[in-house]
Every structure is written in structure tokens, then in C-alpha cells.
């Protein structure tokens, strides 16, 4: 839980609203501070714009940019000063999304062979049981061949069986050429199931081994189908290649459920524990939180990186995650834990460029500067700055967002 903003004695921070200018520049600045570029005759003071990357001085940027008061109205710029805050210990960090492993399903031939067909490619959604290609083998003609003779053999078998059994009741034949028969009848039913058994196991369906019934011998190719619903992710194999039974053909994973994998700082980790809740957000759709749970927290620590494999699963009904999005997670924090107080500004302060986080800061003559930042945790609408910032500091906050445009045209 986060309480506001503390100024000296506990006053509450202020919020300034936007500038009354005809005409906003931004104009980057030399590390001097200047402005290279002069004014033109009728135009408001430029409003400036550098980076300085926390902790070093600024850093010019060498473009020029320009919001005309039709932008301003249309998005005013609120200001907040940078103050000494309380926050609950929630943890920030960027996580990508996964396919879930226990919604992953990995096919490939059940036979030695060539691919003769592909139905399916990469990003294709498919169903439960839908071809997705077909193999061509010397193996499938031999298991059709054992099921057709063990078929034959069977029916042969207990039309003998009857004929025995009538001879029996009518005391024609003995009893014990009526025991070899029911044996015969026995044993090629068992064979019979053992190469019904082999056509499912390299791929026939039920339907495909009705269709055998009828039809006899259907050629030397089995399907590849496949085995949960989902959207392909990888195929691994081309047109006319030779493959095993090993070989991996396509992947496929159910997008209704995923995974958001984070890596948490050995210093973070007495903050992380399962069943926290998690807020998600994406640059694909910055309005919206993703809400999900935090489910497992790995026991090894990555000796390079210093972190600790965090997972998150969520449900994805509307398909709006993909697999390998970034996305910035929020571990909301324990409230039983001590709050801790920090330089902090508004959420809304903070932005991103080339994965970078940066505020803009306004100084004394109504100049901003964009200034890159180290953050630490958050808590509520606050986010701590760790370097780049001092108490007092004045930020964008509200409309920050069209600074960044700006600079990114």
C-alpha cells in the first residue's frame, strides 16, 4: 500500500498542471545544457529535452522536437515533484511469455519414412485429431498386410469353429477336433487384435481401420495428427524428407493457457512467494492489466545473473499473449511487510525507450530533459527511483507519454 507523496514535515507533494504555451518545442540539448537551435520569430521559449543517464550528467541528442497547442490541449501535461514515499515492497520486473509445458504437444511420425504431404505450417490453428501431414513407409504396407491376413485367418477360424461345434452336437466329429478348433479360433483373434493394435500405434485411426475393413489395402501412407488442439508454433520437417520415428515434425501449443517466466534479483526474493497475486502490462496494450498468480519460485540461484526462475500462469481466452512477448510484470507485495521510504515518483512519470526507463524532467526555466532512471520496487501508484532523480526534482507525469512520442518520430 503506498501513502502519498511526503514533503519536509510530512506535507503532501504538489501536482502542477500543464504549461500555458502557444507553441511546446522540444529541442535536445548539448551536455551543457544549450539549446543549438534558435528560435523562430513569434514562437514560444522552447521547452528542451536531453538525456542524462542516472547518475552521470546529461547526454545531448542531437534532434529536434516540436507540440503545437492543439496537442497540448488535447493532452495536458500534469507534473509531480519526486518525494521521499513509503512503499509496500511489490517487485517490478520484464518477463517474456511461454507456452505452457502442460499445454505443449510435440508430434512427429510413428514410422520410419518420407514426408509426402504437409497440411499444416507454422501459426495455423488446429484441432484435436486434424492431419497435419502424411508419412510415406514400407512399414505401413506390412501392418495393413498383417491385419488383412489376420483378419482372414480369423474369420477362416471360427467358420471352422461353427462347423465343429454343429459336428459336436450331432455327434459327427470328436471332441477333440473340436478343442483344436476353439484354440485356432483363440489364437487368431489375439493375433488379430496384436495388428489392430500395430495400425493405432503408427497412426490409423478408428475410422481409418473401418475404412481398411471395407476397402482392403490403402496404400503405403499414414497420417500425422494432431494429438491436442492448439496453434502450431514449429515445424521442424520439409517436403520429401526422410524422417524416424525420433524425428520431431511440428509443435503445437494451446494458447488458452500460458506461461510469463520472470528472473528475480537474489535481493528481491524475500519479497516473492507463491500465490501472490501479479499484475501484467504489454506495450501491445497499455491500458490494459493482465491479472494472474504467481505459482512457482525456482530454489536455484543463475550464478552469472544473480536470479531466481519465477513462473506465472494465466489463462489467454482472447488470444491476446503471445509466446516471446515481453511483458513488465507487478509482484504485488506482502502489506504485513514494514513499508519502506524512498525517493519515488508517479507510475505514470516513468517511460520507455529501447527498453530503457527514463522520466522527463522539468528545471527552473521550464525546460524538460529526458533523464534515464534506475527503479526499484513500487508500491500503489508510486514507483521508487534508485538514481537519475533528487527529492524535489519535477517530473511529467500525466501526458508524459506524448514527450516520448515526440522523440521517437
Known sequence: MALPFLGEGGAPGRRTRAWPVSLLSLALLAPTGGCNEENKPGAAPPVAVAT????????????????????????????AEARIARLSPDVD???????????LAIIGPLVDGRIAALNAGIGDVVKKGQ?????ESAQVGEAQAQYLTAQAQLHAAEANLKRETDLVERRISSAREHEGAVAKAVTDRAYLKAATELLQAIGFSDQDIQSLDRKGYMGGRVPMRAS????????????????????????????SRLWVLLDIYEKDLAKVRMGQDVELRTEA????????????VENLIDQHTRT???????????????????VTARIVGNPKLVAQEVLAVPRTAVQRVDGKPLVFVKAEDGQFRRRVVDLGGSGGELIEVRAGLKPGDVVATDGAFLLKSELLR
Open 52 to 79: 542524462t543517464p542516472a547518475p552521470a550528467e546529461g547526454e545531448a541528442l542531437g534532434q529536434a522536437l516540436a507540440l503545437t497547442e492543439k496537442a497540448l490541449n488535447k493532452n495536458p501535461i500534469s507534473t
Open 93 to 103: 520486473v520484464v518477463g517474456s511469455v511461454a507456452a505452457s509445458e502442460d499445454h
Open 131 to 135: 492431419i497435419l501431414g502424411w508419412i
Open 228 to 255: 491436442i488442439g492448439g496453434t502450431v508454433v514449429k515445424r521442424y520437417v520439409t517436403l520429401g524428407q526422410a524422417v524416424e520415428r525420433a524425428t520431431d515434425a511440428f509443435r503445437i501449443a494451446d494458447m
Open 285 to 296: 496494450y497499455p491500458g490494459e492489466v493482465f491479472k494472474a498468480t504467481l505459482t512457482q
Open 308 to 326: 531466481a526462475r519465477v513462473r506465472i500462469e494465466l489463462d489467454n481466452p482472447n488470444g491476446k499473449l503471445r509466446i516471446g512477448q515481453l
